[in-house]
Nanobody, 125 residues
Framework: QLQLVESGGGLVQAGEPLRLSCAVS????????IGWFRQAPGKDREGVAC????????DYKYTVKGRFTISMDNAKNTVYLQISYLKPEDTGVYYC??????????????????WGRGTQVTVSS
């Protein structure tokens, strides 16, 4: 079982950068891929990025690729989501989640095994 805790959200102006963190703890961490999801009010939860920590393979939602970067600090067991600059449409609750599967899955959030409680990101324009 894994535990995931997000941090780093807040009220940020459009155009500013932001880094979100996901602290991961538990057993058999190397067997899990870690994804970042977001959910705007009234909208479905969507996957934005995923990483396979074992080999640092990454995947991104097409619309954020080039602006979002997912990475992991193995020494700290922390996965980061670096957003180079925010847009108003980035507003939402950001979650990290773990899935015990060989490849990253962005389109099926229900397939993830463990979830953090989320961190709110509000982008002002």
């Amino acid at each position: 079982q894994l535990q995931l805790v997000e941090s780093g959200g807040g009220l940020v102006q459009a155009g500013e950068p932001l880094r979100l963190s996901c602290a991961v703890s538990g057993s058999d961490l190397e067997r899990y891929n870690i994804g970042w999801f977001r959910q705007a009010p009234g909208k479905d939860r969507e996957g934005v990025a995923c990483i396979t920590p074992k080999d640092n393979t990454t995947d991104y939602k097409y619309t954020v690729k080039g602006r979002f970067t997912i990475s992991m600090d193995n020494a700290k067991n922390t996965v980061y989501l670096q957003i180079s600059y925010l847009k108003p449409e980035d507003t939402g609750v950001y979650y990290c989640a773990a899935i015990r599967i060989r490849v990253c899955v962005l389109d099926l959030p229900d397939s993830y095994d463990y979830w953090g409680r989320g961190t709110q990101v509000t982008v002002s324009s």
